[in-house]
T-cell receptor, first 113, second 115 residues
Framework: GENVEQHPSTLSVQEGDSAVIKCTYS??????FPWYKQELGKRPQLIID?????GEKKDQRIAVTLNKTAKHFSLHITETQPEDSAVYFC????????????FGQGTELSVKP | SAVISQKPSRDICQRGTSLTIQCQVD?????MFWYRQQPGQSLTLIAT?????????ESGFVIDKFPISRPNLTFSTLTVSNLSPEDSSIYLC????????????FGQGTRLTVV
């Protein structure tokens, strides 16, 4: 089955700096890669996703890149703000096989003012 | 977007008892899933809740411990049986509309403490 590895487990940046979180996946059939943000005590919320037919996607300060050959994808947050502080999870699935999401271990991002 | 209501939001249960968690979606969805999130950890998939048939369990999870029902397209329950302190965790339901390459929504979670 699919296995998703996520690094780093914790990341601390100064406000205004960029943050990068990296994930690798094992199943070459996976074709959908969402990123979720989870604030303390809250449910995970989708912040951006990418499908396997696209190499990069941007949404304001957030971007995701996908390298299918290497089976890795990354989240990039620019001009970080204190409200970006949260735990971020990457995930992968093969939506042709039921769409179940397998999550990475999570990255706790701390943005220092 | 879909709205998922999950209840109870938290409970404290005695060991050896069971807790049933309910998940209600505001519109018909294709897929529903149950996850466990232990404190400070990631989300681990327990099972896929199949409408009108037995759930599909992930490795390490069994029906006797985590019976799941999904009688229709908008409702599912997860029961955590024969509780032990190791079952203390947050349980989340999740749902998709359409195929699995669209946003998966999550319920607010149920925080279970076993004493």
């Amino acid at each position: 089955g699919e296995n998703v590895e996520q690094h780093p487990s914790t990341l601390s940046v100064q406000e205004g700096d960029s943050a990068v979180i990296k994930c690798t996946y094992s199943d070459s059939a996976s074709n959908y890669f969402p990123w979720y943000k989870q604030e303390l005590g809250k449910r995970p919320q989708l912040i951006i996703d990418i499908r396997s037919n696209v190499g990069e996607k941007k949404d304001q300060r957030i971007a995701v890149t996908l390298n299918k050959t290497a089976k890795h994808f990354s989240l990039h947050i620019t001009e970080t703000q204190p409200e970006d502080s949260a735990v971020y999870f990457c995930a992968a699935n093969d939506y042709n096989q039921g769409g179940k999401l397998i999550f990475g271990q999570g990255t706790e991002l701390s943005v220092k003012p | 977007s879909a709205v998922i209501s999950q209840k109870p939001s938290r409970d404290i249960c005695q060991r050896g008892t069971s807790l049933t968690i309910q998940c209600q979606v505001d519109s018909q969805v294709t897929m529903m899933f149950w996850y466990r999130q232990q404190p400070g950890q990631s989300l681990t998939l327990i099972a896929t809740a199949n409408q009108g048939s037995e759930a599909t369990y992930e490795s390490g999870f069994v029906i006797d411990k985590f019976p799941i029902s999904r009688p229709n397209l908008t409702f599912s329950t997860l029961t955590v049986s024969n509780l032990s302190p190791e079952d203390s965790s947050i349980y989340l339901c999740s749902a998709y509309r359409g195929s699995g390459n669209t946003e998966a929504f999550f319920g607010q979670g149920t925080r279970l403490t076993v004493v």
